[in-house]
């Protein structure tokens, strides 16, 4: 498969690109924001997406999909990273609907893709239990009784945890922390006893919340894949999460980027726009390069996902993007602030949304640091 938009691609991210500047614009999310909106999104919006089919994108049509794969997705999730959306389709698509796809029975697969696809059901993963991304150092236990399991346990940066109908919860049913054996994936009712939820105020202004898992009783239909092996399972859907994320980050990226751009040609001092200055010609240029080599990355995994490569040439991709467009995101997004001046600092501006959005998203599913030294290890180093 050629590493590039074919015609329904290149249609389907024209028809996102013009959906989200009319109906998603960094306003809409300054607005969330400013109004402490309690769900964090607009569902009247939300709506209208699943109404596009987004929400269908990557599944089979047995499973109520499009079958349009991952890069559909790709340019769709990079338009509304262009103006910071907020929506669901991150946390229950990419994430949630990717777990079950994975690692979910046909059974499961054909009762909660059909419901993801319609926008009847929003997902969430709960994972991480530190402030660093650790996806096998998981304390919360799964203890087998008579019929199910009893869930405890605690987990932090739940994307979308409190508007989320269900939680899929990674829990130790066996070894230690640290260990990839031993880990299953559980399916569990937000509003399911024993279940607390609390929202997290994001620096991004990104929906999250906090789980605390106290006795929670589930069948043993909760359970999705095999006991104790969710490991290999978890990877897969992790890296494929990953490289949806940089779709996003590519995105703001790029309008980051060009948003600086226009301002330094129309911001002027001594009489000249100060985008003639030399000095950010060269800035301007090297954000450019970053950027060309950031979109072939991004490009190059949503390529391996839709080629159903093995699974150890999509982790080294997904992690090679996550650490490039992370490095990438910084840069352009720091640079947008210094070269905007004392207005860039102020929220009057919005390009300030996304140095946050960067901070956040960097940290979200491994930072560069973490992905640097996985591609090292995935390459026998």
Not at 217 to 223: N, R
Not at 331 to 356: A, C, P, Y
């Amino acid at each position: 498969m050629a590493m590039i938009l074919n015609e329904e691609q290149t249609m389907l991210k024209d028809s996102a690109k013009d959906f989200c500047a009319t109906n998603t614009p960094i306003g809409q999310l300054r607005k969330l924001r400013d109004e402490a909106n309690a769900d964090g999104f607009d569902r009247a919006t939300w709506g209208s997406m699943v109404e596009l089919g987004w929400a269908a994108i990557p599944w089979d049509e047995e499973h109520g999909g499009l079958s349009f794969g991952y890069k559909g997705l790709g340019v769709v999730t990079e338009e509304s990273g262009r103006t910071l959306t907020a929506s669901p389709l991150y946390a229950s698509v990419w994430v949630g609907g990717t777990v079950i796809n994975v690692a979910g029975s046909d059974a499961q697969k054909a009762e909660l893709l059909p419901q993801l696809a319609a926008g009847e059901m929003l997902l969430a993963l709960a994972l991480e239990e530190s402030h660093k991304h650790n996806p096998y150092g998981i304390s919360t236990t799964a203890t087998a009784n008579g019929d199910g399991y009893t869930l405890d346990g605690s987990k932090t940066f739940v994307l979308d945890g409190h508007v989320a109908d269900k939680l899929i919860v990674v829990a130790r049913s066996s070894g230690e922390a640290g260990s990839r054996q031993g880990l299953s994936l559980f399916m569990v009712d937000r509003e399911a006893q024993g279940v607390t939820v609390t929202r997290t105020l994001m620096a991004d202004s990104r929906n999250a919340a906090n789980v605390v898992l106290s006795g929670v009783q589930v069948g043993s239909d909760a359970l999705i894949g095999e006991l104790d092996k969710a490991a290999d399972a978890l990877d897969q859907a992790l890296d494929i999460a990953r490289i949806g994320l940089t779709a996003e980050m590519l995105g703001g990226i790029q309008e980051c980027f060009e948003r600086t751009v226009e301002y330094l040609k129309e911001r002027k001092q001594f009489g000249v726009a100060i985008g003639s200055f030399q000095a950010l010609k060269h800035r301007a240029a090297d954000m450019f390069c970053e950027i060309e080599l950031s979109k072939s990355c991004v490009l190059e995994a949503l390529t391996a996902l839709d080629e159903g490569r093995d699974r150890e040439d999509i982790a080294k991709l997904a992690s090679l993007a996550k650490a490039k467009v992370g490095e990438t995101y910084n840069l352009v997004s720091r640079e947008g602030i210094q070269m905007h001046g004392g207005i860039g600092m102020t929220d009057e501006f919005d390009i300030g949304f996304f140095i946050k959005r960067a901070a956040v998203a960097e940290q979200t599913f491994g930072d560069v640091n973490f992905h640097r030294n996985r591609y090292g290890e995935l390459e026998g180093y």
